[in-house]
């Protein structure tokens, strides 16, 4: 074993010869290091495990079922197509080893895998953690810190910081699988726009595609797609289509015949590129393993490009198989010898049954194909983790060349760690479910932590019937995660905002507009914690340590300033709220009464349909502006701050050009708002790089319930 320090402290073992997943970034240096964990070697593969005490807490595993606290379950890190989270579901589409234990000490793990990992987190042992590795050439880093914050800090530091897409990747976005033709896709635009609901973009599913093949466009259905494309963009309005793992096998489709020309395809045993069934029927899936495929597969996302195409999502990259012409033979061989003129008992036929309902995406299959690595040949198992990362990585490193130093939008649906550095995720085929709901607000400070910020469920529910009210109270929560997205599956009724009732409409549509209004909020905490290493969601027991707070899984921390306790069940006008301190409740959707300060304790909150409730922390603020209907409107020259003050607070807006790189060299707008209360007065003091500011209003609040309203003008000038 090897071992070596990395510059934060973190520490580093190394078992074996581990395949180089690029998942950390920072230089190693050797050192003569101890590890004090039960590492065992076995015949099928390594077992970790970690003793706990009654009072640990995990936390991490990022996309995955479960609550905040991972304690007490199992989980599975093997990249899967799973279109049905279930509650007992241990495995989703992406794999994100690292965790956090904490009780007396707090200590932060990330096994360095590229293939299958289980964990048992205390389940059938409640006194220890059961990791199994299925294999034994890995990496393990172990950092520590005073507390959760700092430990997430550190790994965040060593994987790199995370994707940033451009500012109008924050605004609204409506999808949906089945908008099959151009004219329903304007459609859907026209309708915002008459129900004036602001909008951003609109995914493009399959239906844009001919014959769901890679990098083509429907003649039939989507003729004069650049015009299109360009028209809507007039308006403001993105498209992003999708991209699939698997290419069509087609003699005459220009990428599959250059993808066998140029050798750029996954091999079977026997050395021909493997053959799996996905969408368009049978396909081969690109070796992104390769440099050679990266560089080719990449460069054809210009073809979409040129016709104006700024933002792409990556799918079915786990790679998902729906069967193998062989395994699809078989069970049909089978069928049909058990079927004819016979009586089958119940084992025969759930036999029969499970033949073809376990079709799709066998273990089986991972062992059947093969990627080059360095010119050397590795079945897809062992390295199965890293197709979705490793296809979205040759994506970014294309779109950074083909739009020059135009910022993007790009997301996948698998991914693992070191992805997060080129885009960010949705996390997958969810359903119009409460339960989905509340797991995708679980999620967020859990990828948050292994590294991914670009993050968001599909809004509403992908699967399943939605109706109004689990629109309403999803986009409740969902006006504050980076990515907003509400896509549905073919098949299900329509939950756009304007399918249901005219009171959901109108909910909906002042809950996006809330969204507009908040972006220089949202884009600035982003950012911030995107720079500085920071959780953009956190738990709340990350910064309060009361026992409660410790226990609370159905609120969570945004940024330093607000905490969110979204409503996750039919029928409630409220819910209880644990406040951890004094708060400041804003009804966002009622500005004369949008005031109440909630004292240290649990508060049942009134929560209607109507309204967007979250909670100031004392002594913070939050900038806010007028609503507009895209990004390109969005109009700062107000800047609107809600401040709860008792004696100081202050308040980094960060703000940049949102579509350039020049960030990352420093170009960027600050506006440093210092609040100072004073005996019957406040003291405001405000420091603004940013050109678009010219006026700020101030409501500020203190423990009294008193409000001071106060306006500050200025023009470019320092105050
Ligand atoms: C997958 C994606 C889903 C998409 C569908 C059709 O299930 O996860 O978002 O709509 O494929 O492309």
């Given at each position: 074993m ?5 510059k934060n ?7 074996g ?6 998942a ?8 003569k ?10 015949k ?5 495990s970690?003793e706990l ?6 936390y ?6 479960g ?6 379950r199992?989980y599975?890190s093997?990249c899967?197509?799973t279109p ?7 495995k ?14 707090v200590?932060?793990y990330?096994?360095?895998f590229?293939?299958r990992?289980t964990?048992d987190m205390g389940?059938y042992?409640?006194?220890d953690?059961?990791i199994?590795?299925y294999?034994?050439n890995?990496?393990?880093y172990?950092?520590?810190g ?6 997430s800090?550190?790994f965040?530091?060593?994987?790199g910081?995370s ?8 605004g609204y976005?409506?999808?949906r ?5 151009k ?22 599913d399959?239906?844009y595609?001919d014959?769901f093949?890679d ?6 259905r ?19 289509p999708i991209i ?10 220009d990428i599959y015949?250059?993808g066998m ?8 045993k ?6 799996g069934?996905?969408?368009p ?5 690109p ?9 080719w597969?990449?460069d054809k996302y210009?073809k979409?490009t ?13 790679p ?9 033979e ?6 049909q010898k058990k079927l004819k003129?016979?009586?089958?008992d ?6 029969l049954k ?6 799709a995406n ?9 990627h080059?690595?360095?010119?050397k040949?590795?079945c897809?198992?062992k390295v ?7 296809m979205?990585?040759?994506t970014y490193e294309?779109l ?7 910022r993007f939008?790009l997301?996948?649906r ?21 339960f989905?709901?509340?797991?995708n607000?679980?999620?967020?400070p859990s990828?948050n932590?292994?590294g991914?910020?670009?993050?968001g469920?599909d ?21 504050f ?16 905002p304007?399918?249901f ?6 909910n ?6 809330a969204?507009?209004?908040?972006i ?5 905490e982003?950012?911030?914690s995107?720079?500085?290493y920071?959780?953009m969601?956190q ?7 009361d ?7 159905d609120?969570?921390l945004?940024?330093?300033?607000v905490m ?5 069940a039919p029928?409630y ?10 708060m ?6 009622h ?13 049942y909150?009134?929560?209607r349909?109507?309204d967007l409730k979250f909670?100031?922390?004392k002594n913070a603020?939050?900038p806010?502006?007028?609503?507009c209907k895209?990004?390109?409107?969005l109009?700062?020259k107000?800047?609107?701050?809600l401040?709860y003050?008792?004696?100081e607070?202050?308040?980094n807006l ?5 579509i350039?790189?020049?960030f ?7 506006t440093?708002i ?6 019957n007065?406040y003291?405001?003091k405000?420091?603004n790089?940013?050109p678009?500011?010219?006026?700020i ?11 001071t309203?106060?306006d500050?003008?200025f023009?470019?000038?320092?105050q």
């Amino acid at each position: 074993m090897e071992s070596y320090q990395l510059k934060n402290g973190t520490k580093v073992f190394q078992y074996g010869l581990p395949i180089e997943t690029k998942a950390v970034i920072a230089p190693k240096r050797k050192m003569k290091l101890k590890c004090d964990l039960d590492v065992k070697f076995q015949k099928d593969g390594t077992t970790i495990s970690i003793e706990l005490l009654s009072e640990d807490r995990i936390y991490g595993l990022g996309e995955n079922l479960g609550g905040i606290n991972k304690r007490g379950r199992i989980y599975e890190s093997y990249c899967t197509d799973t279109p049905s989270h279930i509650e007992d579901r241990e495995k989703l589409y992406s794999a994100h080893n690292f965790f956090i234990v904490s009780g007396k000490v707090v200590r932060g793990y990330f096994i360095d895998f590229p293939g299958r990992i289980t964990y048992d987190m205390g389940y059938y042992n409640q006194k220890d953690i059961n990791i199994k590795i299925y294999g034994q050439n890995f990496y393990i880093y172990i950092l520590e810190g005073k507390d959760e914050k700092e430990v997430s800090s550190k790994f965040l530091e060593i994987i790199g910081k995370s994707y940033v897409p451009p500012k109008w990747g924050f605004g609204y976005f409506q999808s949906r699988w089945g908008y099959r033709n151009k004219e329903e896709v304007k459609k859907v635009y026209k309708t915002f726009k008459e129900n004036d609901i602001p909008i951003e973009g609109i995914y493009l599913d399959l239906d844009y595609m001919d014959n769901f093949k890679d990098f083509t466009i429907s003649q039939e259905r989507f003729s004069g797609f650049k015009e299109f494309v360009e028209d809507l963009k007039k308006e403001g309005i993105y498209l992003i289509p999708i991209i699939d793992a698997g290419v069509k096998v087609e003699n005459g489709y220009d990428i599959y015949e250059e993808g066998m020309k140029g050798d750029y395809f996954c091999k079977d045993k026997e050395g021909k590129p493997y053959e799996g069934v996905v969408w368009p029927g049978k396909v081969h899936f690109p070796d992104f393993m390769k440099k050679e495929t990266q560089s080719w597969f990449g460069d054809k996302y210009q073809k979409l490009t040129d016709s104006g195409i700024e933002g792409f999502w990556n799918d079915m990259n786990e790679p998902a198989i729906f069967y193998e012409q062989e395994a699809l033979e078989k069970a049909v061989e089978y069928a049909q010898k058990k079927l004819k003129n016979k009586n089958l008992d119940v084992f025969s036929y759930f036999k029969l049954k499970d033949n073809f309902t376990s079709l799709a995406n066998r273990d089986s299959y991972y062992k059947n194909f093969y990627h080059e690595i360095d010119g050397k040949k590795v079945c897809n198992e062992k390295v199965h983790n890293l197709y979705g990362y490793f296809m979205t990585k040759s994506t970014y490193e294309a779109l950074r060349k083909i739009l020059k130093g135009k910022r993007f939008l790009l997301i996948s649906r698998s991914s693992s760690i070191g992805m997060h550095r080129y885009g960010g995720i949705w996390t997958g085929d969810n359903s119009s479910w409460w339960f989905h709901l509340e797991q995708n607000m679980k999620m967020l400070p859990s990828l948050n932590m292994c590294g991914f910020f670009y993050i968001g469920a599909d809004t509403g529910g992908f699967g399943g019937n939605c109706n109004g009210e689990l629109l309403t109270r999803w986009l409740q929560l969902s006006i504050f995660t980076p990515l907003l997205r509400n896509h549905s599956a073919m098949g299900c009724n329509n939950q756009e905002p304007y399918a249901f009732t005219k009171k959901v409409l109108k909910n909906t549509r002042n809950l996006i507009k809330a969204r507009y209004s908040l972006i220089p909020y949202i884009y600035s905490e982003y950012m911030k914690s995107v720079n500085h290493y920071h959780l953009m969601f956190q738990p709340l027991s990350f910064e309060f340590k009361d026992v409660l707070a410790k226990e609370i899984e159905d609120q969570i921390l945004l940024g330093d300033q607000v905490m969110i306790a979204p409503v996750c069940a039919p029928n409630y006008k409220g819910r209880y709220v644990y406040f951890p301190e004094e708060m400041l409740e804003i009804s966002f959707m009622h500005p004369k009464k949008m005031i109440g300060i909630r004292k240290k304790g649990i508060h049942y909150i009134n929560y209607r349909l109507e309204d967007l409730k979250f909670f100031i922390r004392k002594n913070a603020m939050i900038p806010y502006v007028k609503s507009c209907k895209n990004l390109k409107e969005l109009d700062q020259k107000n800047l609107k701050i809600l401040a709860y003050v008792d004696n100081e607070a202050i308040y980094n807006l960060y703000d940049d050009d949102g579509i350039s790189y020049d960030f990352i060299k420093g170009k960027r707008f600050s506006t440093r708002i210092k609040i100072i209360k004073k005996e019957n007065n406040y003291e405001i003091k405000v420091h603004n790089t940013n050109p678009s500011i010219k006026n700020i209003e101030f409501k500020i609040i203190d423990s009294e319930n008193h409000i001071t309203e106060k306006d500050i003008s200025f023009i470019n000038k320092n105050q």
